[in-house]
Antibody, heavy 120, light 106 residues
Framework: QVQLVQSGSEVKKPGASVKVSCQASGYTFSTYTIHWVCQAPGQGLEWMGWINAGNGNTKYSQKFQGRVTITRDTSANITYLELSSLRSEDTAVYYC?????????????WGQGTLVTVSS | DIQMTQSPSSLSASVGDRVTITCRASQNISTSLSWYQQRPGKAPNLLIYAASNLESGVPSRFSGSGSGTDFTLTIDSQQPEDFAAYYCLQSYTSPRTFGQGTKVEI
């Protein structure tokens, strides 16, 4: 079955970087786009960006532009989210999600989430 | 960017109630709208895609409607496991944008 399994929780100091992984299984990795979404404590969902797992094309939210990098390793079926220059406001749960493309698109599978805590 | 205005932000309901949540897009998004349920401490879960299509495995008491700018998620006969947060998402264009969420409480 289709699964997205994310890496474990992280604690980082302000100014550091974090790299979260999302391991895909149960489908042809290169035929889907993976999106990343974050959720600060007690807040709603916020879109961060996507990567086309086939050709590696990416698009990022303006809010995170310059600090976020999404990459993929097609040999291992893993997508990565890297966020740099961390600040306390980046404390959040980060989710990867698989996007289905039909006439329109939606997220049919989500990772379990990775909590990143930024604290001095 | 397309803004998604979701209402209400929270509501109280009883088991067996009919619950309606709305999302309004700041511009025409056709049917590029999906709905997600999120239980506390869990990842979101797809309920409805392309505005009105029920995801496989989702109970038929959930339904979606709308096109253009106005969309509705309806839960007929609210069940105990339905007390959760609900989000709409527009996928008409990037950046993708979510509604602010609706928390359905007992």
């Amino acid at each position: 079955q289709v699964q997205l399994v994310q890496s474990g929780s992280e604690v980082k100091k302000p100014g550091a970087s974090v790299k979260v992984s999302c391991q895909a299984s149960g489908y042809t990795f290169s035929t889907y786009t993976i999106h990343w979404v974050c959720q600060a404590p007690g807040q709603g969902l916020e879109w961060m960006g996507w990567i086309n797992a086939g050709n590696g094309n990416t698009k990022y939210s303006q809010k995170f532009q310059g600090r976020v990098t999404i990459t993929r390793d097609t040999s291992a079926n893993i997508t990565y989210l890297e966020l740099s220059s961390l600040r306390s406001e980046d404390t959040a749960v980060y989710y990867c999600a698989r996007e289905v493309h039909r006439v329109t698109t939606w997220y049919d599978k989500w990772g379990q989430g990775t909590l990143v805590t930024v604290s001095s | 960017d397309i803004q998604m205005t979701q209402s209400p932000s929270s509501l109280s309901a009883s088991v067996g109630d009919r619950v309606t949540i709305t999302c309004r897009a700041s511009q025409n998004i056709s049917t590029s709208l999906s709905w997600y349920q999120q239980r506390p401490g869990k990842a979101p879960n797809l309920l409805i895609y392309a505005a009105s299509n029920l995801e496989s495995g989702v109970p038929s008491r959930f339904s979606g409607s709308g096109s253009g700018t106005d969309f509705t998620l309806t839960i007929d006969s609210q069940q105990p496991e339905d007390f959760a947060a609900y989000y709409c998402l527009q996928s008409y264009t990037s950046p993708r944008t979510f509604g602010q969420g609706t928390k359905v409480e007992i």
